[in-house]
Nanobody
């Protein structure tokens, strides 16, 4: 059992930055692939980024490449998403998730989810 709690969301002007954090409970954090997903009102949940257990491999949806950076600190059981050059289309509730499987792009592959944190980008 893993519990995940996101933080760091808020309102920011286009072009600004936010850093989202995800704190995890549990003893085997390094065994999980960790991911970020987002969901805007009326839209389906979208994959944003993922990072493998060791932190050596990262994956991003094309729309955030070059702007977002995913990272993790296994010693602290935390994961982060640094979001730069934010755009209004980045507005969504962002969720962190954990998976024991290697299917990093699919939400169904993630067994544990945080409560979500709202990111709003104004123009």
């Amino acid at each position: 059992q893993v519990q995940l709690v996101e933080s760091g969301g808020g309102l920011v002007q286009a072009g600004g930055s936010l850093r989202l954090s995800c704190a995890a409970s549990g003893r085997t954090f390094s065994r999980y692939t960790m991911g970020w997903f987002r969901q805007a009102p009326g839209k389906e949940r979208e994959f944003v980024a993922a990072i493998t257990g060791s932190g050596s491999n990262t994956y991003y949806v094309d729309s955030v490449k070059g702007r977002f950076t995913i990272s993790r600190d296994n010693a602290k059981n935390t994961m982060a998403l640094q979001m730069n050059s934010l755009k209004p289309e980045d507005t969504a509730v962002y969720y962190c998730a954990a998976s024991v499987r290697g299917f990093v792009y699919t939400s169904a592959a993630y067994e544990y989810w945080g409560q979500g944190t709202q990111v709003a980008v104004s123009s």
